[in-house]
């Protein structure tokens, strides 16, 4: 294998899974190369991670990028799959928004139906999916699953999503982080934490923003 070859294998494969990798689907996003996506995130895998080690982390997401691509031999249709995040998949398909809808639920089903093995031990294969179309699928996708993991649902397309306000809100504050970094309008503020006898044991480091005419309190960012 060539450097050149050996750095876009890097670049576009993902090193664990040997699915593409996020930057592949943001250049495929870029060229359209597709009509729907589907976004898989990996429920509570960060307590597995955290209870068996990491290792077993990484031997339950080959498994699961082995259940991905076996349901795109069940699907029998022409899709990508991408590993996008450390427990986020995405699946791309030429299908319209009807037909994504019918196969995100066979697609759902085909999964959670499935058992991961590992030294003798059983994992569930619980998942939460999102899908989105064009324009900006993937940024569509991202808000759909912080709305779906928010209200504990399975199963959820952008175009339902209840807060219409949502993606709005978030390039809102991303306009005025923006505008704040530059203008150097950020203020640190460190918090002091008490225990029961009232002494200051540690800081908690927040952020404030000046504008022109008063400081914006701080406040926790769902987007974040």
């Keep these: ?38 976004l898989i995130d ?21 498994e699961f990028s082995k259940i991905l691509k076996e349901t795109k031999k069940y699907l029998k249709k022409s899709i990508s799959l991408y590993r996008i995040g450390a ?4 699946i791309t398909l030429r299908e319209n ?12 089903n085909f999964i959670t139906s499935k058992k991961i093995c590992i ?29 779906a993991k928010d209200n504990h649902i399975n199963i959820l397309s952008y175009n339902d999503i209840k807060d219409t306000n949502k993606e709005k809100e978030f390039f809102q504050i991303k306009q005025m982080l923006k505008t704040a970094i530059h203008n150097d309008q950020i203020i640190p503020y460190a ?22 005419d008063k400081v914006i309190p701080p406040y926790f960012l769902d987007f974040a």
């Design 1 to 38: 294998m060539s450097r050149c070859q050996y750095l876009k294998e890097k670049l576009y494969i993902d090193e664990l899974t040997k699915l593409k990798s996020r930057r592949a689907l943001i250049e495929s996003t870029e060229k359209e190369a597709f009509n729907s996506l589907i």
């Design 191 to 212: 918090h002091p934490i008490v225990n029961e006898a009232k002494e200051v044991i540690k800081y908690e480091l927040l952020m404030r923003i000046e504008t022109e």
């Design 119 to 147: 030294n003798n031990e059983e994992f569930d294969v619980d998942i939460t999916l999102v899908y989105a179309s064009f324009p900006h699928p993937l940024r569509k996708a991202i808000l759909t699953l912080q709305e």
């Design 87 to 90: 427990d986020e998949f995405a």
């Design 42 to 62: 990996i429920d509570n895998f960060s307590n597995l991670n955290q209870l068996f080690g990491s290792e077993v982390g990484d031997e339950y997401l080959i």
């Design 97 to 108: 928004c009807f037909e994504t809808q019918l196969l995100a639920n066979k697609i759902y």
